[in-house]
């Protein structure tokens, strides 16, 4: 019966996962995404969005942080990633950290401009309430269990819709009221799960 069942999300560690001083040793504004680079995570929509944002002068200093491993068949997801990279001339614009420590997390997470994930499949997607949990507004594709996870505090995108994408990055890069709104918004809705 309905009655005897009680969801019980995930949740995050506040004591850690809070928003920090931004760090004045950051040397570049930058994007952060969190996660494997499985094809489900579509990591690739995001370095093609990136790389349309490279292409208006006012993002050049902008960069892309990745942190997490390959993950699977790491040899050939990272590969893969390499391949769109060199690509699209990215090379020198996005950065990867591999494996950080949690404690490393909320560094990352409080100096990024945004926290990008337009993944295609999530079981609950964690680094979107850690993100907001530092202070750190948030895009996720609008599928799966995101949603539900950040309910009316992150920007929701196709996660097929490359065009939409780069307009909500933009969008967040930009328009510091906006920022202002998701930090508040973020702060609000991380703070329902513990």
Request: aromatic content about 8%.
């Amino acid at each position: 019966p309905g009655e005897q069942i009680s969801v019980i999300h995930e949740g995050v560690d506040h004591k850690v996962f809070r928003p920090l001083p931004r760090s004045r040793s950051s040397k570049y504004p930058y994007i952060l995404f969190v996660g494997s680079e499985q094809p489900r995570k579509n990591l690739s929509l995001l370095l093609r969005a990136f790389g349309k944002l490279k292409e208006e002068r006012r993002f050049g200093g902008l960069k892309l942080v990745k942190v997490g491993k390959a993950g699977g068949p790491e040899a050939a997801f990272r590969r893969q990633t390499m391949e769109l990279i060199e690509a699209l001339g990215l090379t020198r614009d996005v950065i990867f950290t591999d494996y950080v420590l949690e404690e490393e997390l909320p560094g990352y997470y409080s100096n990024a401009e945004c926290l990008a994930l337009p993944s295609l499949y999530e079981g609950f997607g964690l680094p979107v309430l850690e993100a907001m949990a530092c202070g750190c507004p948030v895009i996720i594709s609008n599928c799966t269990s995101l949603p539900e996870i950040a309910g009316k505090a992150a920007i929701q995108v196709d996660p097929y819709d490359l065009d939409g994408l780069v307009r909500a990055l933009g969008e967040v890069l930009t328009d510091a009221d906006l920022r202002d709104q998701m930090v508040r918004k973020g702060l609000a809705r991380a703070s329902k799960f513990s």
